[in-house]
């Protein structure tokens, strides 16, 4: 009797063992995995699924779910044109990016076509991304102008293509010299229609902010053009995506549109003052700098190529 | 016989499963879970050993092992001075760095002591830190004259009182407004006694890079006195930790000291031409580029506070 039992115990027991082994693998291994593939992807080691995606010459990887995680995704629209400072610009940009979950980023360059540089950059910057150009008239490249209307209405545009009304995000404005920390995207991920904060080192002074007053939103602290109905960088907000789909319409205006005042423009047509979300904690925290990387002087750079090699920079 | 043959292989059979799972377990785990734990160190979760060092107002988060990897540890030196982008600058640095195993950051300021927006922003940038200060005098504070002259020197002071030959590291110049891309840390990481590679934006050209022939660097290409001894600019080279150590009297130098004389100045004192290793593919390729952020128009700041709250910029 002893002995069948003892028997029964060890045919048992070990079995008893590997289920638990196995349930506690799988718990523990699937909050790290992601981290991982994460981590490794800026090696370049994670094969992004990238498709030609359709004849509005737009490249993507991947869908817009990924991960299998219920987050949704963070859609960073970043215009940029080729000058000295780009791919620093860009390099710094991915390396904040590249820490931040469930993000897409899609830049937009002021150009006829794709550049190689940039197209070389994003495939090898372990982020998410979308590549789309679009070139602005000359006309509209003076002082005063209002910048990169064109490519931002380019990224709203492809949204607009490309999600529907099942798919979870939040739209947010990512001037490419701009320094972002990563609490910033913590903040933006939980916007339900628009979201306010502060931002560092704009409109002449160490910071504008939205005054809150109640959990609402009741004026602007800022040094220039109090006036506006939003007073507010293009740093300052996000919106989210259910919001830009289901206002086609919304667009950025380049037609009597006046200087600084696109945020504004755009925003009348999303919502109202009375609704907007203010995000870090009351919009007390500064998590955004509209930094200005200075112009490179290139007054030694020699007339023609004398290195016997090419070098990108 | 068979019954026994079939009771003795259940019993067996689950026994080896389980050995051959912890087997797996233990190679997966211990690959991500240095990853993991750096990842989540972002989020402050990690708690650092922070100890009070010495009287020389030395604060420095754990050891130099760390990690248990025989990786060398990368010791990145940063002066920095309050300014209205200070935060935003290593905010930017510390998204990059948080990036790098093996990892340690040496913040020096210049101010008479540790000041509290530097304290607070490194106790949460999730890198490994030390944090130092010493005052430039004001007499140093010219036009033409070199900077950052004693921050550099405090941080080599702090090496070599706190590391010793069993130590294996690499000595990189960081200054808080350039640009690095991440593989310039891997290309830096195999410094055997002096690493150099090009750097991007300075000298008034594109890039500025050593010219390499059959392995060694036998000249410069550069646009800006191309007689300096080392015709480099200070993010363009590592030192690996022996030789700081094995040359106690290396230091930057006020005396007799030219502008733009300072890493060929402390370079000689190490070094010969002949004996440096190029990095980044024979010095073909920009990694790190010398970015220089424009200073703040505060022009709007009102003289006296305005704002309810005080918010730290």
């Not at 160490?206 to 109090?226: D, F, M, S």
Request: charge should be positive; aromatic fraction near 10%; hydrophobic fraction near 35%.
């Amino acid at each position: 009797m002893k002995s069948i039992f003892y028997s029964r115990f060890f045919i048992l027991l070990p079995w008893i063992l590997i289920v638990i082994i196995v349930i506690d693998i799988d718990t523990k291994r699937s909050s790290v995995r992601n981290t991982a593939s994460f981590y490794f992807s800026r090696m370049g080691n994670v094969q992004q699924q990238q498709q030609q995606q359709d004849a509005r010459a737009t490249r993507t990887s991947s869908g817009s779910g990924g991960n299998g995680t219920s987050l949704p995704v963070i859609y960073a629209i970043t215009p940029t044109y080729s000058r000295a400072v780009q791919k620093a610009e860009l390099t710094r940009l991915a390396n904040t990016f590249r820490q931040v979950q469930q993000f897409h980023w899609i830049v937009v360059e002021d150009s006829n076509s794709r550049t190689e540089l940039v197209s070389r950059f994003l495939a090898r910057s372990g982020v998410r991304y979308t590549h789309l150009n679009v070139f602005t008239p000359r006309r509209f490249k003076r002082t005063g102008m209002p910048r990169a209307t064109e490519q931002r209405n380019a990224a709203l545009g492809w949204l607009r293509g490309h999600r529907t009304s099942k798919d979870k995000g939040v739209v947010f404005f990512a001037d490419d010299d701009n320094t972002y920390s990563l609490e910033l995207f913590e903040e933006m991920r939980s916007t339900r229609k628009v979201s306010v904060w502060p931002v560092g080192l704009v409109g002449g002074r160490r910071y504008e902010r939205p005054l809150v007053e109640k959990g609402k939103v009741v004026g602007w602290y800022t040094g220039w053009r109090a006036d506006r109905p939003f007073a507010i960088d293009m740093a300052g907000f996000s919106v989210n995506l259910h919001v830009i789909l289901s206002n086609p319409r919304a667009l950025f205006k380049r037609r009597g549109a006046k200087p600084g005042m696109q945020e504004s423009d755009f925003l009348k047509q999303i919502t109202k003052v009375e609704d907007l979300e203010p995000k870090a904690h009351n919009c007390t925290q500064v998590l955004v700098w509209h930094t200005r990387t200075e112009k490179v002087n290139l007054g030694n750079e020699p007339k023609r190529q004398q290195d016997s090699v090419f070098i990108e920079v």
